[in-house]
Nanobody, 119 residues
C-alpha cells in the first residue's frame, strides 16, 4: 500500500465548505476501499466516512450525514464538507479501510490536513 497524502484543509467560518483530497503520488487507488478519519485535540481518532473500491457503497458517521460526502476516482478520494461546524475542527486523515461498513483502517497514518472551523 502506497503512502497516502491528504490536502485541502484550512480555516473556514461556520456554515462554510471545504473539499479534502487524498492521493498516493498518482498511483491507482481504484482497487482499495478508502476512508476518512479525524482527530481533534485531546480526543481519539474517529471514523468520518468510507467508500468502497468501486464507489457503490458509502458509510458515514452519524454526526456528518447529510453534510459530508465522500467520492472518488481511480487516483483520488475526496471528502466534500458542507455546513461546517466548530466541532468539525480536527486533523483529517485518509486510510485504506476494511470491514462491513468500511470503517476499520489498516495502514499507517499520513500527516493529515488541518480543518479549523471558526464560530
Amino acid at each position: 500500500q502506497a503512502q497516502l497524502v491528504e490536502s485541502g484543509g484550512g480555516l473556514v467560518q461556520a456554515g462554510g465548505s471545504l473539499r479534502l483530497s487524498c492521493s498516493a503520488s498518482g498511483l491507482n487507488l481504484g482497487t482499495w476501499n478508502m476512508g476518512w478519519f479525524r482527530q481533534a485535540p485531546g480526543q481519539e481518532r474517529e471514523f468520518v466516512a468510507g467508500i468502497s473500491y468501486e464507489g457503490a457503497r458509502t458509510y458515514y458517521q452519524d454526526s456528518v450525514k447529510g453534510r459530508f460526502f465522500i467520492s472518488r476516482d481511480t487516483k483520488t478520494v475526496f471528502l466534500q464538507m458542507n455546513a461546517l461546524k466548530p466541532e468539525d475542527s480536527a486533523v483529517y486523515y485518509c486510510n485504506y479501510v476494511w470491514g462491513p461498513t468500511l470503517r476499520t483502517p489498516h495502514s499507517s497514518w499520513g500527516q493529515g490536513t488541518q480543518v479549523t472551523v471558526s464560530s
